[in-house]
């Protein structure tokens, strides 16, 4: 296996990578917007520098729908759902759900319901 963030399980676990609705490939939404806001803040939680996150989330949302994607297929809650329907249809009792940045909030949404999650940190 040549993914490196998952080389580490590959021993003794499947590996299942589930990707987002509506794609036939990996697709990452990219916001070079939201990376420019938080490279030119001195102060991460100062008014000025929230109310450019904001506007930088707001513009990358409008640019990335004018393309033709459909934001409302990103949510945590479709993305748990389909990790669910993944593991029913693999036909695994339980999995491992690695948790690391936007992970820890997708985890706790999958595992909020009465699906069959442990997670394990990095």
Same mark, same amino acid.
């Given at each position: 296996?040549? /993914? *490196?963030? $998952?080389?580490?399980?590959? $021993?003794?676990?499947?590996?299942?990578?589930?990707?987002?609705?509506?794609?036939?490939? &990996? &697709? %990452?939404?990219?916001? *070079? #917007?939201?990376?420019?806001? =938080?490279?030119?803040?001195?102060? /991460?939680?100062?008014? $000025?520098?929230?109310?450019?996150?904001?506007?930088? &989330? !707001?513009?990358?949302?409008?640019?990335?729908?004018?393309?033709?994607?459909?934001? $409302?297929?990103?949510?945590?809650? #479709?993305?748990?759902?389909?990790?669910? !329907?993944?593991?029913?249809?693999?036909?695994?009792?339980?999995?491992?759900? *690695?948790?690391?940045?936007?992970?820890?909030? =997708?985890?706790?949404?999958?595992?909020?319901?009465?699906? !069959? %999650?442990?997670?394990?940190?990095?």
């Amino acid at each position: 296996m040549t /993914f *490196p963030q $998952a080389s580490r399980y590959a $021993a003794q676990h499947d590996v299942v990578m589930v990707g987002y609705r509506r794609r036939r490939r &990996f &697709f %990452v939404l990219n916001c *070079p #917007e939201v990376t420019a806001a =938080l490279e030119s803040s001195a102060d /991460f939680l100062a008014k $000025a520098s929230l109310s450019a996150y904001s506007q930088a &989330f !707001a513009s990358c949302a409008k640019r990335l729908e004018r393309s033709g994607v459909d934001l $409302a297929g990103y949510t945590l809650a #479709e993305q748990a759902d389909d990790i669910e !329907a993944a593991r029913v249809a693999l036909g695994y009792k339980r999995i491992d759900l *690695p948790q690391r940045e936007r992970g820890d909030r =997708l985890a706790m949404t999958y595992s909020g319901g009465t699906r !069959a %999650v442990s997670t394990a940190r990095r």
